[in-house]
């Protein structure tokens, strides 16, 4: 992996051809070699305190429950992405690899890998010091490691829950892996001002790269017009809604998913747009063509009244 500095071009460059990944700022290239095999690859994104560690937990146990191999990777510092899976805060890939000075052929499948509920196997990758690394390191090392141990080979689902709503080079890195990125938003205009952006960043990846926008996922929305007003007019369309139920909450401070808590209907409805989702996405959803909005655009469609 490296980390290139490269101008900008003018432009008329920038519209007469399509850019190398990474063309026009710093960014990180991973091995192009290091591909990730036959699973079907998730990368899940939205701004940040979403609720997108809480989405990616139970779409995991979801996929798992329908019978699937899951492999869920948390890419945030904070490696909390994992937490109700595995009911602890585990070590990261970087943790590990520090203890063995960064030498990976030390580092044993049982280091970093652990087995959350229902089978759902759990890595987090961590992050660099605060202000001292790139995420797309992280992103790259964790990738070549569970290649090197062959946890890719039997994997079904591969979900990369991803920090927040930064997507820089470094935290847009698991794009360059997933086949469709998933983006989680509330019904208010800071999340479909965050989403805007991250549909900008896999708009500029979908160039040199695999990736498309599978769809929105609607997080604590018990109404969903701003959503619907914004995916009209770019062309995205939401796939589940979660409302902002007591239970999801709650679920979080159990350290449980939502299919450990106590039975009720409310949440058995949950439960099963959960099961719905992963069925959607196993059977394949069509790539959606999405042209994101200038700032001032989502100001005069959603800031004013």
């Known amino acids: ?20 990944d990474g063309e026009g700022s710093v ?58 899976l595995t009911k602890r805060l585990v070590p990261t890939v970087i943790d590990v690899l520090e203890q063995v000075d ?28 605060a202000g001292t690394g790139c995420g797309g390191y992280v992103v790259g090392q964790t990738v070549k490691l569970l290649k090197e141990h062959h946890l890719f080979d039997e994997a079904d689902v591969v979900i990369f829950d ?8 470094g935290f847009a890195a698991p794009l360059q ?57 770019v062309g995205l369309k939401t796939m589940a809604r979660f409302p902002d139920l007591d239970v999801i909450r709650r679920s979080r401070l159990k350290k449980s998913t939502l299919f450990e808590m106590d039975e009720s209907p409310e949440l058995t409805a949950v439960q099963e747009e959960y099961l719905r989702l992963a069925a959607a996405l196993w059977a394949g959803t069509d790539p959606l063509v999405v042209e994101p909005l200038r700032d001032r655009e989502i100001f005069d469609l959603l800031g004013f009244d």
Not at 120 to 129: D, R, S, T, Y
Not at 162 to 169: E, H, K, N, S, Y
Not at 201 to 215: F, L, M, T
Request: glycine residues 8%; charged residues 20%; hydrophobic residues 35%.
């Open 27 to 84: 960014q990180v290239r991973l091995d192009p070699d290091l591909k990730i095999g036959h699973a079907k690859v998730f990368a899940v994104y939205g701004k940040g305190g979403i609720g997108k560690s809480t989405t990616s937990s139970n779409l995991s146990v979801a996929f798992s429950k329908l019978g699937k191999r899951v492999l869920q990777i948390g890419c945030d510092p904070k490696h909390d992405s994992t937490f109700t």
């Open 1 to 20: 992996m490296t980390i290139t500095a490269v101008p900008l071009p003018s432009p008329t460059l920038r519209r007469a051809r399509t850019q190398p």
């Open 102 to 129: 960064f030498h990976p052929e030390e580092v044993r499948t049982e280091d970093f890998v652990y087995t959350g509920y229902n089978g759902v196997l759990c890595i987090e990758a961590g992050g660099p010091p």
């Open 162 to 169: 991803v920090l927040g709503d930064v997507v820089c080079g």
């Open 177 to 233: 892996h997933a086949e469709r990125a998933l983006i989680v938003t509330a019904n208010d205009f800071d999340s479909i001002f965050a989403m805007n952006r991250i549909v900008a960043a896999i708009q500029a990846k979908s160039r040199n790269y695999s990736v498309r926008i599978g769809g929105v996922i609607a997080n604590r929305s018990a109404a969903t017009e701003q959503i619907d007003r914004f995916n009209d007019r």
